[in-house]
């Protein structure tokens, strides 16, 4: 089992920045790839990032780079560097690990975090 605790969200301006975190623990050594999904409300749960455990990463388009996710092997977390927020951004963010060849709907999950992006 893995278990997934995600912090850092909150409300931030247009423009802004925020980091996410989330920390991995438990059978964390199985895990391939750890990344983030966000749901927005009426609307389904939508693929942001995720990195490999070869350190490979990978983005949704949506982003257009204002989004980097990077890791800390030795504290098993994972962040979501987000710059130049924007309203439609806002969503509840969930972190999710998932072993090689196993589809992230078949992953763990985290409880989610709420990002809202508003002046």
């Known amino acids: 089992q893995v278990r997934l605790v995600e912090s850092g969200g909150g409300l931030v301006q247009p423009g802004g920045s925020l980091r996410l975190s989330c920390v991995g623990s438990g059978s964390i050594s199985s895990i391939y790839g750890m990344g983030w999904y966000r749901q927005a409300p009426g609307k389904q749960r939508e693929f942001v990032a995720e990195i490999t455990n070869d350190g490979s990463a990978y983005y949704d388009e949506f982003e257009k780079g204002r989004f980097t996710i990077s890791t800390d092997n030795a504290k098993n977390t994972v962040y979501l560097q987000m710059n130049g927020l924007k309203p439609e951004d806002t969503a509840v963010y969930y972190c999710?690990?998932?072993?090689?060849?196993?589809?992230?709907?078949?992953?763990?999950w985290g409880q989610g975090t709420q990002v809202t992006v508003a002046s």
């Open positions: 999710n690990a998932r072993r090689k060849f196993q589809a992230a709907s078949n992953g763990y």
